[in-house]
């Protein structure tokens, strides 16, 4: 089946690295772009079906010459590439997307203007991460080239990951090139003996494919020791299981998306 980055444009200032970044990410994995942006058509309040639907039409060709403006300087004529504009709601364009026959990531842009937004992600990511049943890669405004030398995956225990879905993930890389770390943040005084089988049990599972390594961050500065390790923004992804302890404790919410994602400048990937 294709392969397939749907990616969420709302031409801000993040939309060109966003597209960039997908863009070197897709000759890499041999996948087509699907650029998609939802207008936000201001209507009269008194006003007959036809001019209504003229509006419509006019805005959204206004967007989607905007969107391929956009590309012009990013992406190749060559490359398989294409646009989808409409003023309908966000997530039932990608219900309707989602059921074509393709291999889909969804790629958006993480806003980090205030410490309100870049505790709950944004809007817009956090809506696709609570009611889209597909992995989303929410990006750091600097980073515009792919690389995936390291990715870290967090393991938690009443959230286990879901396998198929990493698998499906992993199927957008190099093998040969990727060192997965799989990892735990202990709580002080924690007992880890029941995280330490799941680990050893991921190890086994993905060592025949990959590079793979373990650890738990223990102790008393657990964040400080996996910033030690997460802060390379060239080389590095975070991928994160919906439902998580890192997305649904304030405390842990706070460091993954202040400290890893924003000041480290590390993709977010969430597995649903």
Known sequence: MTKRFIILIDFSEYSSNLIKYAYDWSKQANAELLLVHQTNVLLPGLIDYSSKQQIIQQNNQ?????????????????????????????????????????????????????????????????????????????????????????????????????????????????KENTCLTFFYLAKPNEKTKGIEK??????????????????????????????????NKEEEMLIVQKGSRLLTDQLFRRFLINELVYEGQTPLIILP
Do not use: C, R, W
């Open 62 to 174: 206004k967007a989607l010459d905007k969107l391929k403006s956009l590309t012009n300087d990013i992406i190749s004529s060559s490359d398989k590439v294409s646009f989808f504009v409409s003023e309908i709601n966000l997530q039932t364009i990608l219900t309707n997307l989602l059921a074509e026959p393709f291999h889909n990531l969804i790629f958006t842009g993480l806003k980090g203007t205030g410490l309100l937004k870049q505790l709950f992600i944004g809007n817009v990511a956090l809506q696709l991460i609570e009611k889209v049943k597909n992995i989303v890669v929410a990006m750091p405004k600097e980073i515009y080239s792919f690389n995936h030398e390291k990715i870290f995956i967090a393991v938690t225990e009443k959230h286990p990951l879901n396998i198929l879905e990493l698998n499906y993930f992993l199927n957008f890389f190099d």
């Open 198 to 231: 799941q680990l050893n049990n991921l190890h086994s599972l993905f060592s025949e494919k990959f590079d793979t390594k373990t650890v738990i961050y223990e102790g008393s500065t657990p964040f400080e020791d996996i910033k030690k390790i997460i802060n």
